[in-house]
């Protein structure tokens, strides 16, 4: 279903022989200051505008809390997500509230937060990339300023998209996953950007135990560091991803080929237009499901996922959460089906795969 693949051992080496030497291990070492600067590089924002975190649960949740969301009020975000980003909610001391996203771009919108503000205490937003989609940043940077609401972009696919294109990275922080299942994975790990470099270094101390500089906890923290052995793998995946950022490509152009020589199928919102992800899914048509057509797969051979089940708010400790009516996200919840996409598979391998999907929407008598 999804094969990750990480740097080898052989290139790993040079920089645990570093480690060796250095006999420092965690606590922001060199590699991880190394590593850090590099992902500044990559998205074109300075190093003090980004920090690293052991995963980015914990990201988001450090992100919540440098931003002040009041304890026990509301956060408001998609019910088509991924559980850790209420989790991470609740980790932070609030409550998830869902709402519903756009059809057309499986996002949020600002209006409809409005809506919720407007009735009940919102004390922040999570805004979710929907698997490494790009979005507009900045309108939820000008609707935090608006409103004084904290927003904080659970990106967590987003490693090829949230580049900042014009120089000018949004105030609201962006938290990227570097999890194995990421094209661009260490094995667990995070990082948060941001256009604030003072919110940046609040970030960094509550994922220090709220140190910043002295051994005086000035924040109620937790330990949220990156290791250095993560850092190494970080920093050999850089020496390499150019040639990865290629052949993620290369797998895209086969999955899109595929998809829209089947009209019956949509891809997910974006895919194929300029940036890389992990997940390769298909919306099927309104008269079938993805469990009836994860099940004809199966028998197939061909495994299938529904990466955000049938949305955050039907995971059953979230089931008694606030939510809006969310027609929306329960369609996507029933149609949208992860296919297998991983490096090592071929055009043909692909081709394989559709195949069998033809197969299964024929036998469900879809035309």
């Known amino acids: 279903m999804l094969r990750p693949l990480l740097p080898t051992a052989d290139e790993l080496l040079p920089y645990l022989r570093e480690i060796d030497a250095t006999r420092w291990y965690t606590n922001y070492g060199p590699l991880v200051r190394m590593f850090e600067a590099r992902l500044g590089d990559h998205f074109g924002v300075e190093s003090t505008n980004l920090t690293t975190a052991s995963n980015a649960t914990l990201a988001i949740a450090q992100s919540l809390r440098a931003l002040g969301a009041p304890a026990g009020s509301l956060c408001v975000m998609p019910a088509w997500t991924f559980v850790a980003t209420a989790a991470a909610a609740v980790w932070a001391g609030l409550e998830p509230f869902f709402i ?5 771009t499986w996002l949020i919108s600002p209006e409809d937060v409005r809506k919720v503000a407007a009735e009940r205490h919102v004390g922040a937003v999570v805004v979710v990339s929907a698997f490494g989609a790009p979005l507009d940043t900045h309108g939820w940077d000008s609707f935090s300023q608006e409103t004084s609401i904290p927003v904080v972009i659970d990106a967590a696919a987003g490693f090829d998209s949230f580049r900042v294109g014009d120089g000018r990275q949004a105030a609201v922080p962006v938290v990227i996953s570097l999890h194995a299942t ?7 790990g995070a990082v948060v950007l941001t256009g604030d470099a003072t919110l940046a270094k609040a970030i960094r101390s509550f994922g220090n135990f709220g140190f910043d500089g002295s051994r005086d906890a000035s924040l109620q923290g937790i330990n949220a560091k990156m290791p250095e ?15 990865t950022r290629e052949r993620w490509a290369e797998l895209t152009s086969a999955f899109v080929d595929e998809a829209r020589a089947r009209p019956q199928l949509r891809l997910a919102p974006g895919f194929g237009e300029g940036w890389v992800s992990s997940f390769g899914l298909v919306e099927l048509p309104l008269s079938v499901t993805a469990n009836a057509a994860a099940r004809l797969l199966a028998s197939r051979g061909v495994e299938s996922r529904k990466w955000w089940g049938e949305g955050c708010h039907r995971q059953t400790a979230y089931r008694d959460c606030g939510r809006t009516l969310l027609p929306n996200t329960e369609r996507l919840g029933d149609q949208v089906l992860g296919l297998p996409f991983w490096l090592g598979l071929r055009r043909q391998d692909m081709r394989l795969v559709f195949q069998a999907l033809d197969d299964a929407l024929s036998e469900l008598k879809v035309a």
């Open 182 to 188: 990421k094209v661009f994975g260490v094995g667990e």
């Open 229 to 243: 052995f993560a850092a190494a793998t970080g920093l050999a995946q850089f020496d390499r991803w150019g040639d």
């Open 100 to 104: 519903d996203v756009e059809p057309g």
